[in-house]
């Protein structure tokens, strides 16, 4: 009976929760600013700049239409895995409210993550800003307003995308608090989502308290 029971549970949470994370972690694995400046630039974006292979890195080093095929890449990767771990929580799971906030921070975790460390390119990628704004939208209306709005106003009065990166990343868990959830698991992936993207600038938050740290500029490489 003991068995019967796991492997009931198995089938009703863990199988969709791996299925989930494995389809979200690929879709973060699909970067953008790799893809057009290593195959169809022929110039590494991670062998410039600051290294990263992020939408900002990605302005600095070449601008010019290419960089509307990386915000492409990086929103439709994040609307894919949320919708596609909604509906595995709604087919396999069940259709409940509850359930499918909490299946789609769960693929947000795992498209970041597949982000800023995807496999096929050295685990090497990006921070996952971009995305994970999408991310907010696809979420909430009002943790978008919060996060994007906060992030906006601080680039355009600093012209510091890392400040307003780092407030977007320390505002998501709190507009999830305010206007998603209170469910300890949610908030838990949402510390985790923040904390995530808290952790891939802590080299941008070193040179804004030094006052080292570039400001946003539209060059392009010669």
Known sequence: MDMEWLTALGTAFVLPAVVTAVIAYFCGCFNGAVIVSKYILHDDVRTHGSGNAGLTNFLRTFGGPWTFVVILCDVLKAVIAILAGAAIARHLVV?????????????????????????MFGFKGGKGILSGGTIAIMLSPKLALLVWGGFLILTALTRYVSLGSVFAAAAFPVGTWLFVSHDPV???LAIFLGGLVLWMHRANIKRLLTRTENKLSFHKKE
């Open 95 to 119: 259709d409940d409210g509850a359930i499918l906030v909490l299946a789609k921070y769960w693929a947000a975790c795992f498209c970041l993550l597949g982000h800023m460390f995807p496999c």
């Open 186 to 188: 949610i908030m838990a």
